[in-house]
């Protein structure tokens, strides 16, 4: 263990820089609020949070997130791991990644359970696949820029165990009943990993198809629900009238409204519905 650091769960020391995630805006207290409730309710179905606290000042410098992989609320499916939703470092320079990911493996190897982690390809700043390659995860299955990876410091993977591997999405346009004749349907994927249950990009686009009124329908699906992600697969997307929205970033109203005024113009939805493994998101 590292001596510059203290081990602690989510309390009113961290909770404020646990639940902006990072890379919310910390005055979003809506979001923050949110994942704050997931964290506490999940934490009864066996999510782990691990946050790193100089040792000097008490201040959090990073954290980590564990669940266990048959519960994890993204498009992975797995037995006998943990899996590993994010591990930020806040401040407080080298080491203390490694020291949180440290404490993963022995949390891990107390429960006889390997780790399992989703990482980044040629992503810059978030879950960075080299990193995780250099302290012996092994790659288990690649999908666009993401590449699954495992590490077993508990035995987990041994023969007759099966290796981590994404779920196949299986996605089609379903209108509800009701629905107006030329309807645009636009189904909003999400995790509750960053924001809880709450989506901002149900959001966005519910406010971007207000000016159509019953013309567009928009629904939101919650990876965290065990059925969604048996049903469909997927963890996060966005389509429009069977079309995958062509970009990972956080949406805008501006790109929302394009995305309703295509499907518009090009009238017949897109069936089968398109999927595009080199944009599937991560988080």
């Given at each position: 263990?590292?001596?510059?650091?203290?081990?602690?769960?989510?309390?009113?020391?961290?909770?404020?820089?646990?639940?902006?995630?990072?890379?919310?805006?910390?005055?979003?207290?809506?979001?923050?609020?949110?994942?704050?409730?997931?964290?506490?309710?999940?934490?009864?179905?066996?999510?782990?949070?691990?946050?790193?606290?100089?040792?000097?000042?008490?201040?959090?410098?990073?954290?980590?997130?564990?669940?266990?992989?048959?519960?994890?609320?993204?498009?992975?499916?797995?037995?006998?791991?943990?899996?590993?939703?994010?591990?930020?470092?806040?401040?407080?320079?080298?080491?203390?990644?490694?020291?949180?990911?440290?404490?993963?493996?022995?949390?891990?190897?107390?429960?006889?359970?390997?780790?399992?982690?989703?990482?980044?390809?040629?992503?810059?700043?978030?879950?960075?696949?080299?990193?995780?390659?250099?302290?012996?995860?092994?790659?288990?299955?690649?999908?666009?820029?993401?590449?699954?990876?495992?590490?077993?410091?508990a035995g987990a993977g041994k023969?007759?165990?099966?290796?981590?591997?994404?779920?196949?999405?299986?996605?089609?346009?379903?209108?509800?009943?009701?629905?107006?004749?030329?309807?645009?349907?636009?189904?909003?994927?999400?995790?509750?990993?960053?924001?809880?249950?709450?989506?901002?990009?149900?959001?966005?686009?519910?406010?971007?198809?207000?000016?159509?009124?019953?013309?567009?329908?928009?629904?939101?699906?919650?990876?965290?629900?065990?059925?969604?992600?048996?049903?469909?697969?997927?963890?996060?997307?966005?389509?429009?009238?069977?079309?995958?929205?062509?970009?990972?970033?956080?949406?805008?109203?501006?790109?929302?409204?394009?995305?309703?005024?295509?499907?518009?113009?090009?009238?017949?939805?897109?069936?089968?519905?398109?999927?595009?493994d080199s944009i599937s998101r991560?988080?």
């Amino acid at each position: 263990m590292d001596d510059r650091l203290v081990f602690r769960g989510l309390d009113d020391t961290n909770w404020s820089a646990v639940t902006s995630c990072g890379h919310m805006d910390a005055g979003d207290r809506l979001d923050a609020e949110s994942r704050g409730r997931y964290i506490e309710k999940e934490s009864a179905n066996g999510l782990v949070l691990v946050v790193a606290h100089s040792r000097v000042d008490y201040r959090p410098l990073g954290f980590v997130e564990l669940v266990p992989i048959e519960t994890a609320a993204r498009d992975v499916t797995g037995e006998g791991a943990m899996f590993l939703h994010c591990i930020l470092v806040l401040e407080g320079g080298a080491g203390i990644g490694r020291a949180l990911l440290g404490e993963c493996e022995r949390l891990a190897q107390a429960s006889s359970r390997g780790l399992v982690v989703d990482g980044c390809h040629d992503v810059y700043g978030f879950m960075p696949a080299s990193y995780f390659a250099r302290q012996g995860f092994v790659v288990a299955e690649s999908r666009g820029s993401r590449r699954l990876m495992y590490k077993n410091p508990a035995g987990a993977g041994k023969p007759g165990m099966p290796v981590p591997r994404y779920l196949e999405p299986s996605y089609r346009i379903d209108p509800p009943q009701g629905a107006p004749p030329g309807v645009v349907v636009v189904d909003v994927f999400h995790t509750p990993l960053c924001t809880g249950h709450r989506s901002p990009e149900f959001e966005v686009m519910r406010q971007a198809a207000a000016r159509y009124g019953e013309r567009v329908t928009v629904r939101s699906w919650d990876a965290g629900d065990p059925e969604i992600r048996r049903r469909y697969g997927i963890a996060r997307a966005i389509f429009v009238n069977g079309a995958m929205r062509p970009n990972g970033d956080t949406i805008k109203i501006e790109e929302a409204s394009r995305l309703l005024d295509t499907a518009f113009q090009r009238g017949t939805p897109i069936d089968p519905p398109s999927w595009d493994d080199s944009i599937s998101r991560l988080f």
